[in-house]
């Protein structure tokens, strides 16, 4: 199975567990009812054998004793079960409470995680660790807190109540006792090991099960399908090896550890039986002490498997911990409002909205993705974009036009140079409030598996329902909802899959119309529509782009060709700017593009473009 680049050491010790103590924090008073009804569970349970030992030594001496002592009994046991409920009712809802509180902290941060991060980390991973690691957590933490403190007090209690009933016959158990806790100590570790491996395993299976079925398509059209179930078969038997060592330790450590009990158990019993027979103590006496040692090796066996199981603990623990360790892409959030300073006039209709344009400014801006740090992705790029200006960014595939709109978006930072905003450097505004003045529509846009209507109002979700249905009139997504039974509250299906290309596109254009940003950045918005549909669409965008900044990039010239400026990318690298005629004069890469679209005969011609006709 392929290692994991982002693997941590193993961390060895279970003390990891300690760093949920803010999440105990919050719950101090139930916590304090925990550990009164762990006390007096454990209290009660010790001194059961003390009854066993009355009945046996005082009550057959009369009705009376026996009657009492039987009601004492009675009642005894009935408050050690009452206080046993209480605590692991009180262990549950605690440990419940605190994965609920320890798993959201960890989702919302992982909402605030860099692309950098998401680059490098599989998402299949960060959906196993909220999922797996948290069930673990879920089943795990509730036995830690119910068993191993009451088992650590049983344990002591049982020892002490041992030593005060015959000190003799406590030299086997003291033998024994080292013995056990070295064989328990170095399975717990153990089992931590493979548990861990477990754990990365089953987060590879669920990234192979994501990406596999997120492809499914892809997979099934280049029959992929018998070299899929291999890879998952063989990553399937991987996590079998671990489970089998795991399933190994646990079970030599069971056999050794209730072998030297039962050791133990049989030289203390013979022991006492001899005193008994000599009229040194009473039958009730030695019932009593082994009464107490068999609590005492029940709770030692509990320890040894509550060790297992912090190890568990500590390892699902220390994964999630791991998430919330890396560092968020921006800290205090802004509240999602609208930024009432930049809009100018607000009518009735959302299209006749006016927002004050921002004015761009690149300056000298560099920048290589941190996976291919060796070469750059954009180089020394400089240019001024004026406030309510249309640019459109062209150039091959991989020239960069995507890579300026993110750096922009701030999902990455520019390795030199930087972007300023309103002559604003982008770096200092708080990240809300960046991207709330901005609106993209991608070239693969996402789409939710929600309905139509829910899918744009993401947009503004307190947006009117004049504005949504004037963004769904606008973007021509009425042209197909209103065929849809359902019209806008028909449900799209996981990633928009009941929907065409262009639909979805037009869905993401609703999302901007509605958002009615600053800058307008559309990144190929059109480039899945057929011709009538995207004409329609320029137009909407026409009204849309008219009052803002906005930022195109595509492959068709046609789309861009009326840009008041074109900016010609060639390998992350700005080589020309200028309108459709002068680029077709001044540069020779664009007039190459132009000519392969036949769209150098689209303006008037120049001498640059007799020469190019010629
Ligand atoms: N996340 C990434 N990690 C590493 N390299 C990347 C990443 N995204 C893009 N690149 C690389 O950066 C360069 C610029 O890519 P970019 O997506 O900006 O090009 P583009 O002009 O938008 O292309 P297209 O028109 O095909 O969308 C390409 O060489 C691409 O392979």
Known sequence: MAQNPWQRPVNKNVWVLWKLKPFLQTRRALLLLYVLALLLSAASSLVLPQGARWMLDKGFHSYSALIWISIALLGLGLFTVAMRALRDALATWIGQGVVADFRTAVFSHALHLPAVFYEVFRTGEVISRLSSDVTILRFGLTGVLGRSLQSGITLIGALALMAATMPQLIIPGMVALPLLVFINLKSGRLQRRYSRKEQDCLADLSAHTEESVNGIRVIQALTLEPQTEEHYRRDIQFLLGQVWSRVMVQLWSTFLTGGLVFLALSVMLYWGGLAVLHHEVGIGVLA??????????????????????????????????????????????????????????????????????????????SFSYPSRSDSSAIAHVSLDIAAGETVAFVGASGAGKSTVFSLLLRHYQPSQGCILLDGVDINTLPLRSLRRQLAVVPQHPVIFSMSIAENILMARPDASEVDLQEAVHAAQVDEFSDRLKMRLQTHVGEKGVTLSG?????????????????????????????????????????????????????????????????????????????????????????????????????????????????
Not at 313 to 319: D, K, S, V
Not at 578 to 589: A, K, S, T, V, Y
Request: with cysteine; aromatic share 2%; net charge neutral.
């Open 502 to 614: 262009g639909q979805c596109q037009r869905i993401a254009i609703a999302r901007a119309i509605l958002r009615n940003p600053r800058v307008l950045i559309l990144d190929e918005a059109t480039s899945a529509l057929d011709a009538e549909n995207e004409r329609i669409i320029q137009e909407a965008l026409g009204n849309l782009t008219a009052q803002r900044t906005t930022l195109v990039a595509a492959h068709r010239l046609a789309t861009v060709i009326h840009a008041s400026r074109i900016a010609m990318l060639d390998k992350g690298r700005l080589i020309a700017v200028g309108n459709h005629r002068e680029l077709l004069d001044i540069c020779p890469l664009y007039r190459q593009f132009a000519q392969l679209q036949r769209l150098h005969e689209k303006v008037e011609d120049g001498p640059e473009l007799q020469k190019i006709r010629a």
């Open 288 to 365: 009593a002490f082994l009464l107490y040692a068999l609590m005492a090796a029940t709770s030692l066996a509990a320890l040894g498997e509550l060790w297992g199981s912090m190890a568990r603990l500590a390892g699902a623990t220390e994964r999630l911990l791991a998430l919330l360790d890396e560092t968020p892409e921006a800290s205090a959030p802004v509240p999602l409002v609208q930024d009432s300073a930049s809009i100018l006039v607000v009518n009735s209709g959302l299209l006749a909205q006016r927002v004050r344009p921002a004015s761009l400014c690149l300056d000298n801006v």
